[in-house]
C-alpha cells in the first residue's frame, strides 16, 4: 500500500491522541484498593519474637488521572475521584506533599513505638524538642510568615515542648490577638509576630493555619527498626503497634491468622479515622486476611467500621471486620482468640 502524507498526518492525529487519552494529567485525583503487605519485613525489633501468622499494613493506591484512568475509575466499584485541589492544598507542590506524608508516616511509627514499649513494659525513654510545621494553609495568617519543616520553640516566651503546649495556649487566646511565635530554620533562630484568625469550619477556633508534628527524640531498649519505604501517611499506626508488640512479647498474639487493619494511633494508643477504609477491606480480603480492625470512632453511625462493615458484607467476605477505638481493644481481642 502507498504511503500518503494523508497516511502520514492520520497517523501522528492517533498518536497524539492516544498520547493525550493515556498521558495527560487531569486535575483529579484517584484513589483505589492497594496492598496489604505483611509487617515483618518491615518492621524489626532486635532479638524480636517470631509469630506463626502475619500482621499487616493496608494501602490505598493513588494518583493523578489521566482521561482514561478517570473513565475507568468513573466505571469501577471502589475508585474514588476527586479534585486535586482536596486532595493537594493549592501552592503545595507534589513533592512538598510527598514530604508531608512520609513525615506523618514518620510521626505514625514513632507514636506506635511508645505506645507498643509501654504495653510490654519494655525501656523507652522520650526527649522534646519542640514542633515541627508540616504545612501552611494558603489565606492563613501563617501564610507568608511559617513555611514547612520550621522547628516552633516558644511562643510568646513559652517554651514549646509538643503540639498540645502550642494548642492549650492558642485556644485561650481571641481572634485579633497577637502571638509570637520564635522558631528555627535553616539553622537561624527567627522571630514572627502572627495576629489569630477565627476558623468558621472548625467552630470558630483560633489559629494561625498551620499543621504541626511533635519533634521527639524516642529511645528504646531493644532498639526497633523500620522499613517502610515510599509509604506515606499515619493510617498504619494500629497495625505497626500491634506488631511491635507481637515481637517483643513472647506469645503469638496472631495465632496463625492474617491480622489486618487501620487507623491512626495518637500516643496515649487510641485509634482515630483514616481515608479509603473501603478500599482497605477490599486490598485485605485480596490478601486472605482473616481479621480487620477498623476505627470505631466511640460508635458514630458513619464511622470507619461502620463503612468497613458494609463493604465487608458486599464483597461477601468471611473476614471479621472488629471494630476498636484504641490500641488496648486490638491486643485484647488478639489475646482472646483461639
Excluded at 186 to 199: A, G, Q, V, W
Aim: overall charge negative; hydrophobic content about 40%; aromatic content about 8%.
Amino acid at each position: 500500500m502507498k504511503i500518503t502524507k494523508r497516511h502520514i498526518i492520520s497517523f501522528i492525529i492517533v498518536v497524539a491522541i492516544a498520547f493525550f487519552l493515556s498521558a495527560y494529567k487531569l486535575p483529579y485525583y484517584i484513589y483505589k484498593p492497594g496492598g496489604a503487605d505483611a509487617l515483618n519485613p518491615i518492621v524489626a525489633v532486635d532479638g524480636g519474637h517470631e509469630s506463626a501468622g502475619d500482621m499487616h499494613l493496608v494501602t490505598v493506591r493513588g494518583g493523578q488521572a489521566t482521561p482514561v484512568q478517570y473513565v475507568w475509575a468513573k466505571l469501577l466499584p471502589h475508585h474514588e475521584v476527586l479534585p486535586i485541589s482536596q486532595v493537594r492544598p493549592e501552592g503545595i507542590t507534589e513533592d512538598e506533599y510527598f514530604h508531608v506524608q512520609l513525615q506523618m508516616m514518620e510521626n505514625s511509627q514513632e507514636a506506635s513505638t511508645v505506645v507498643a514499649y509501654k504495653a510490654a513494659n519494655e525501656d523507652i525513654s522520650i526527649d522534646y524538642n519542640g514542633v515541627y510545621v508540616v504545612s501552611v494553609i494558603k489565606g492563613m495568617p501563617a501564610e507568608s510568615k511559617l513555611k514547612m519543616g520550621d522547628r516552633i520553640t516558644s511562643i510568646d516566651g513559652k517554651v514549646i515542648e509538643e503540639t498540645d503546649d502550642l494548642i492549650s495556649y492558642v485556644e485561650n487566646k481571641s481572634a485579633g490577638d497577637t502571638i509570637s511565635i520564635e522558631f528555627e530554620r535553616d539553622d537561624e533562630t527567627m522571630t514572627k509576630e502572627i495576629e489569630l484568625e477565627s476558623f468558621k469550619e472548625l467552630d470558630n477556633k483560633v489559629g494561625i493555619g498551620i499543621q504541626l508534628v511533635t519533634d521527639r527524640s524516642v529511645s528504646v531498649d531493644p532498639d526497633v527498626n523500620f522499613s517502610s519505604g515510599s509509604i506515606g501517611g499515619p493510617s498504619a499506626g494500629l497495625m505497626f503497634s500491634l506488631e511491635i508488640y507481637d515481637q517483643l512479647t513472647e506469645a503469638d498474639l496472631t495465632h496463625g491468622y492474617q491480622i489486618a487493619g487501620t487507623g491512626e494511633i495518637d500516643y496515649n494508643g487510641n485509634v482515630g479515622r483514616i481515608g479509603g477504609i473501603d478500599k482497605k477491606v477490599i486490598a485485605a480480603d485480596d490478601e486472605g486476611c482473616k481479621v480487620f480492625f477498623a476505627p470505631n470512632e466511640n460508635g458514630a453511625a458513619d464511622s470507619n467500621y461502620e463503612v468497613a462493615k458494609e463493604t465487608a458484607e458486599e464483597i461477601g467476605t468471611d473476614m471479621k471486620v472488629v471494630p476498636v477505638d484504641t490500641f488496648d481493644d486490638a491486643l485484647t481481642y488478639l489475646k482472646k482468640l483461639k
